[in-house]
């Protein structure tokens, strides 16, 4: 059996108290500590030390680090871990700025590290489900993709807007879930709270093989909501993220007796399935897969940081797309 993995954690805030929680108990994981130079404000830290620094952390020797820090200091975290050789798990968005997500790529490429932009919905057990059935072909051709994402205004985000926080796990699922980029993009945004940043971001688009895509984004909402809905020829397929279900809504094909409906010639309501699922966090599949793909296992569903790249290049289209957001009293 092989020696466990040395981990270290940087940044104990709102995204990295969970990462201690889970690696501190995960097989084949030693957690070495965190590094906060704000402190362990969530008091997430047991036993383990409190490093103020991350050249602290790399003297005390790890094998693995998450990045949980805010995104603008990522490209300085991540490139001082690629330079020191450690395997690195980047929470998203991997960087502010398409530039700095290229350096960020640069800085792992060629030196045989497992670098990875930390998507936890691509291990939602209701996503992981829906992208096995769309691969095997059950709904036929795709139609559209439509993503909700909307709740309230969270206090734990302060440098980067709905965009980049909330739309990057979007971006990602639609062009993983089809397997396509996108062709065309359009948006409009609005920045209702707070005036530095937009908290709304309604998107469409198309990808390169003509599915049509609508992404809602917002912290406006009073309830949180995170719903993926896959239409295609054969029926709709809908994720709840917040729950982890999967129900698919056929079309059916029995033949209706009743003349007025049957001269519509659509598509009508068929047999309804909610899909009976193995539900496990996301976050532990998460770091189980970085886990093991340090010890050679496959990279996907992960997602490289180089493969990340592209979302950001998403963002800053859909950005530039929807014109610089606005308030309603501007």
Not at 94 to 106: F, H, K, N, Q, T
Not at 140 to 153: A, D, K, M
Not at 178 to 205: C, K, N, P
């Amino acid at each position: 059996m092989s020696e466990p993995l040395r981990f270290g954690v940087v940044g104990l805030g709102a995204m990295g108290r969970h990462h201690v929680r889970l690696l501190s108990r995960l097989d084949g994981v030693h957690f070495v500590g965190g590094v906060d130079p704000a402190g362990d404000i969530h008091r997430s830290l047991a036993h383990e030390p409190l490093y103020a620094d991350l050249t602290d952390l790399l003297a005390e020797g790890v094998d693995a680090a998450v990045v949980a820090v805010p995104t603008k200091h990522h490209e300085q975290v991540a490139v001082q871990l690629a330079e020191a050789g450690i395997h690195a798990l980047i929470e998203k968005p991997l960087a502010g700025d398409v530039e700095s997500a290229r350096r960020i790529a640069a800085a792992f490429d060629g030196r045989g590290l497992v670098a990875v932009a930390g998507h936890i919905e691509r291990f939602n057990a209701a996503i992981q489900d829906m992208q096995r059935r769309l691969v095997r072909g059950d709904l036929g051709r795709i139609f559209s993709i439509q993503t909700e994402r909307v709740g309230p205004y969270p206090t734990r985000i302060g440098d980067v807007g709905v965009l980049e926080d909330l739309a990057t796990h979007d971006i990602d699922l639609v062009m993983w879930l089809i397997g396509e980029s996108f062709a065309t993009v359009h948006a409009q945004s609005a920045r209702q709270i707070r005036r530095a940043h937009d908290d709304l971001v309604e998107v469409i688009g198309q990808l390169d093989n003509g599915v049509v895509v609508r992404m809602s984004v917002n912290w406006l909402t009073p309830t949180k909501r995170r719903q993926v809905t896959v239409l295609g020829e054969r029926g709709a397929l809908v994720a709840e993220l917040l729950n982890s279900d999967l129900t698919l809504y056929s079309n059916s094909d029995v033949e209706t007796e009743w003349d007025e409906m049957a001269r519509l010639r659509g598509v009508s309501e068929g047999d309804v399935v909610r899909f009976a699922l193995r539900k496990r966090e996301p976050l532990l599949a998460e770091l189980e897969h970085f886990r093991d793909a340090i010890h050679g296992g496959p990279l996907p569903p992960l997602l490289t940081v180089a493969e990340a790249v592209d979302v950001i290049e998403l963002v800053e289209r859909i950005g530039t797309s929807s014109g610089g957001a606005r308030s309603s009293d501007d």
